[in-house]
């Protein structure tokens, strides 16, 4: 079992920057890890996936402006966000699947935590 905790979360203004975490139960060094973000009423879309060998995969809508990595230690995943829009606001989180295909679906993930809300005004 993997357990994911989300923070890191908040209220900014537009253009500014948030960095998220996601701290792992485990060593996540077998999983893709992913984050998805949800708007109140919105289906949940992915933001950005990173496999075991490191490659990343962004949503055209972040790309330039997010980045996803991890700590040496492959326990914690981060999301930094930089130049926020007002169309970023949303609950984001954290998930993992067992192997190095990190698909931006939601339903192929197995492991979520709770999120954390991002909030961006204009």
């Known amino acids: 079992q993997v357990q994911l905790v989300e923070s890191g979360g908040g209220s900014v203004q537009a253009g500014g920057s948030l960095r998220l975490s996601c701290a792992a139960s485990?060593?996540?060094?077998?999983?893709?890890m992913a984050w998805f973000r949800q708007a109140p009423g919105k289906e949940r879309e992915a933001v950005a996936a990173?496999?075991?060998?490191?490659?990343?995969t962004y949503a055209d809508s972040v790309k330039g402006r997010f980045t996803i990595s991890k700590d040496n230690a492959e326990k914690t995943l981060y999301l930094q966000m930089n130049s926020l829009k007002p169309e970023d606001t949303a609950m984001y989180y954290c998930?993992?699947?067992?192997?190095?295909?990190?698909?931006?679906?939601?339903?192929?993930?197995?492991?979520w935590g709770q999120g954390t809300q991002v909030t961006v005004s204009s």
């Open positions: 990173k496999d075991i060998s490191g490659s990343t």
């Open positions: 485990r060593y996540m060094g077998n999983y893709c």
């Open positions: 998930a993992a699947r067992p192997g190095g295909y990190c698909p931006l679906r939601s339903n192929e993930y197995n492991y």
